[in-house]
């Protein structure tokens, strides 16, 4: 990973194209037969969401945000990779695993959900965690 904090990585990577995992220079994978989202999957080295498969020793930073969607916000993490960004939403089936594994992995990302959840509606964008 290049120099420069958190906040100036996930800036030069710019925002991922979807509202959930996305990164367009992976292979894409489809949805299910019925058009759902496959949500987020754990695998023996990382993790898979919909277009984009990561392993673990291959994210650089970590952060978390909420989006505020004016009835309800909904919590998200970005994780910087090489390439880009992924996102992965609590909306995704398999989140609450993910978070888990993310834990275990990274373990300066315990307790992210105190820094983003509260207070409702603002964004709380909270870098968790960067390669040094």
């Not at 009835?71 to 995704?92: A, H, K, M, W």
């Amino acid at each position: 990973m290049t120099g420069g904090t958190g906040a100036q990585l996930f800036a030069q990577a710019g925002r991922c194209e979807s509202a959930r995992c996305k990164l367009s220079s992976l292979a894409t994978r489809a949805p299910d037969a019925k058009g759902k989202s496959l949500g987020v999957e754990l695998t023996t080295n990382g993790f898979r969401c919909e277009t984009a498969e990561v392993e673990w020793e291959s994210v650089e930073a970590i952060r978390a945000f909420k989006l505020d969607l004016a009835t309800f916000d909904e919590i998200r993490f970005s994780l910087q990779i090489p390439g880009g960004v992924v996102e992965v939403s609590e909306e995704q089936p398999g989140f609450a695993a993910f978070a888990h594994a993310l834990e275990r992995q990274f373990p300066s990302v315990v307790g992210w959900y105190a820094r983003v959840a509260q207070p409702a509606f603002a964004r709380n964008e909270t870098v968790l965690w960067v390669r040094s």
